[in-house]
């Protein structure tokens, strides 16, 4: 059986080294039973794509995307500065 540390490993290194992925800025950690993926990407379709790819690869493994969206778009509102 894998330990904590070599699943963890195994993920983040599909995240970085799969060519659908190459997502640097996720973190991998172990909650309990659950791998929790966290971070941030720019689009719900990447983050989809992360969280498909991970299950797919460890379907063993209880996986929590737990991975925001990145708010790319230009304010909408001036910011006045006193």
Known sequence: MTNQIDLEAEIHRLLIEHE?????????????????????????????????????????????CDIGITRAQAPSEVEEIS
């Open 20 to 64: 659908q992925v190459a997502e640097q800025g996720i973190t991998v950690h172990h909650r309990e039973n659950v791998v929790v993926l966290s971070g941030e990407v720019e689009s719900t379709h990447r983050r989809d794509e992360i969280c498909r790819q991970i299950t797919a690869h460890f379907p063993g493994v209880a996986i929590t």
